[in-house]
């Protein structure tokens, strides 16, 4: 076999080793979904009503917000299920399973590798979860089959991205809170943004940064694809800030995992 099909094979197998521990310990997989549950019902059901009236949309009211909330909680999902993996790699590194990996004759990649297809798969299921929810509070969207397989992809894309970087936060913090905490600033960036209320509403200062943050154009991205509302740009600089992500987050997680232990 060659190199290639060797780290092929290990990451497949550690792959399955996440997989195993989702199944086996399914409670962390609901809280990580039922977060953003809790929000779309929150801001739909509670402030709906109010933040629906400065919704651009036929009735202005908790109808057309549920379409323009949805996007948003959709990224929070992300961050969310990105927040769950740190917390995974951080267990690993504590608990010595992964200096016990490295004295293998394993793929060094195929570790994280694993998390990371893991956690791309567990976030992609929870999205399906969240979007069932947002159909029966009443999202309608009005996407074609083109459009939802590509906001899907758009969605894979930054699950991808947000979770090799959290495979990097996980590395690098020294204790499992630590790693929980950490990732924190990606939940709030969805707040940050134009998720929950327009970014023309905002003061000056936190609207350039709510324009300029990755969570943004994904938001107005997905909002184009399922509501018909103008992509613009946002669908470039989405992928351009998916790109950035994976690949910092790569480098950055394999230069942590294949450092010296005793640093």
């Known amino acids: 076999m060659s190199t290639l099909s060797y780290t092929v094979a290990d990451s497949a197998t550690m792959l399955r ?16 979904i039922g977060l953003p549950i809790v929000m779309l019902l929150l801001f739909v059901y509670v402030f709906g009503g109010a933040l629906g009236a400065g919704i651009d949309g036929p009735t202005g009211g908790r109808g057309d917000y549920v379409n323009y909330v949805v996007p948003g909680i959709v990224l929070l999902a992300i961050a969310s299920s990105a927040q769950g993996t740190s917390i995974a790699v951080a267990m690993d590194m504590t608990e010595g399973i992964i200096a016990r990996f490295r004295t293998m004759s394993i793929a060094r990649v195929s570790v994280l590798t694993g998390h990371v297809i893991g ?3 567990q976030t992609m299921i929870g999205i ?12 309608r969207p009005e996407a074609s089959l083109t459009d939802w397989i590509a906001a899907f992809g758009i969605l894979a894309l930054l699950a991808l991205g947000f979770t090799w970087l959290t ?18 600033p990606l939940m709030l960036l969805p707040f940050f943004g134009s998720g929950f209320v327009p ?27 399922w509501l018909g509302t103008p992509i613009g740009n946002n669908a470039i600089i989405t992928i351009a800030w998916c ?21």
């Open 167 to 184: 495979v990097a936060l996980g590395l690098v913090s020294p204790s499992v809170e630590a790693a929980s905490n950490l990732p924190m």
């Open 128 to 139: 399906v979860v969240v979007l069932g929810v947002a159909l029966l509070v009443g999202f």
């Open 17 to 32: 080793r996440n997989l195993k521990h989702m199944q086996r310990y399914p409670s962390v997989a609901l809280m990580l």
């Open 119 to 121: 956690s791309v798969i």
């Open 199 to 225: 970014t023309d509403s905002m003061p000056t200062g936190i609207r350039l940064f709510a324009e300029y943050q990755p969570f943004t154009p994904a938001i107005e991205t997905l909002r184009g694809l």
């Open 243 to 263: 790109a950035v992500l994976t690949v910092g987050g790569y480098l950055w997680a394999r230069r942590l995992y294949n450092r010296d232990p005793a640093h």
